[in-house]
Each structure stands twice: as structure tokens, then as C-alpha cells.
Nanobody
Framework: QVQLVESGGGLVQAGGSLRLSCAAS????????MGWFRQAPGKEREFVAI????????QYTDSVKGRFTISRDNAENTVDLQMNNLKPEDTAVYYC?????????????????WGQGTQVTVSS
């Protein structure tokens, strides 16, 4: 079992920044692919960013490229999402997730463990 707890959400004006953090406990954190997903009201949960075990290989959805950065610290069992130049369309509940997989995964069903989510609201 892996337990995930997100923090760092909040209300910010368009153009502002937020840093989300996910703390993991339980089984070996470094063996999991870690991802950030988001879900806006009335919409399906969507992939935002993922990072492989080493922390070197990363992937982002097109709408956040150049604005968001995912990182992980395997010694501290954390994965962060730095979000810059936020836009109103980034408003959603953001979820941290862990996948026991050897390949990059962008679909929610591939992830074994989820956090409770943290709300990000960007005002125009």
C-alpha cells in the first residue's frame, strides 16, 4: 500500500504561481511512476504530468508545457508540481497518483494509488 497526501492548493490570480506537493508513505516510493492529474467540474479526470523513477524522464500534457514542472525527491518520498503563469482554465482539483508500471502512463486507470486531491482556483 502507498498513501498519498497532497498540499499546496489555493486561490491565485491569473499569471500567478502555486507549488503542489505530494507526500508518500508505505511501500518503496522510488519504484513507482508518479503522476499529477486534475479534474474540473463536469469534466473527466485528465493527465497533467508524470515522472519516472529516476526523476529524469518526464511528460506533460500540451496545455501545461512550459508553465508546469514536475519533480520528485526519492529520499524524501515527495513529488512536486510547480505551476507558473496559471490560467483560469487550470482551475480544478489536482490529484497525485502512483503507478506500479515500467512504462509511462497517462490514463488514470493505470494508477494504483491516489491522494485525496487539492483544489486549485485561478481567478481572471
Amino acid at each position: 500500500q502507498v498513501q498519498l497526501v497532497e498540499s499546496g492548493g489555493g486561490l491565485v490570480q491569473a499569471g500567478g504561481s502555486l507549488r503542489l506537493s505530494c507526500a508518500a508513505s508505505g511501500r518503496t516510493f522510488s519504484s513507482y511512476i508518479m503522476g499529477w492529474f486534475r479534474q474540473a467540474p463536469g469534466k473527466e479526470r485528465e493527465f497533467v504530468a508524470i515522472i519516472m523513477w529516476s526523476g529524469i524522464i518526464k511528460q506533460y500534457t500540451d496545455s501545461v508545457k512550459g508553465r508546469f514542472t514536475i519533480s520528485r525527491d526519492n529520499a524524501e518520498n515527495t513529488v512536486d508540481l510547480q505551476m507558473n503563469n496559471l490560467k483560469p482554465e487550470d482551475t480544478a482539483v489536482y490529484y497525485c497518483a502512483a503507478a506500479d508500471s515500467s512504462t509511462m502512463q497517462t490514463i488514470p486507470s493505470a494508477y494504483n494509488y491516489w491522494g485525496q486531491g487539492t483544489q486549485v482556483t485561478v481567478s481572471s
